[in-house]
């Protein structure tokens, strides 16, 4: 079972690879990816998301420079969740 496990997720990672991205480049980032464990990654990924977030409050405030922090987090929010 654990060979196949193993088959089914180079087969998913090799059908996710960039186009843009070397075969050799791809190795190395998949060794990474191996390397941090499913831990580092879920905190890279939480990382990415803060970041993501805060770049979008940035330009909203850019565009909008009146918009306070706070205010532009919650436009965010609504944006993403919707008017609940």
Do not use: N, W
């Not at 060794?31 to 939480?46: F, K, M, N, S, Y």
């Not at 990415?48 to 770049?55: G, M, P, V």
Request: one cysteine or more; hydrophobic letters at 45%.
């Amino acid at each position: 079972m654990l060979v196949f496990c193993r088959l089914v997720s180079h087969a998913i990672v090799t059908a996710m690879r960039a186009l843009d991205t070397t075969p050799a480049a791809a190795a190395i980032h998949e060794e990474v990816q191996r390397q941090v464990g499913p831990h580092g990654r879920l905190q890279i990924a939480l990382e990415l998301s803060d970041l993501a977030h805060a770049l979008s409050v940035a330009g909203m405030r850019r565009r909008e420079p009146k918009l306070t922090d706070d205010a532009a987090r919650e436009k965010l929010a609504r944006l993403l969740y919707g008017d609940r």
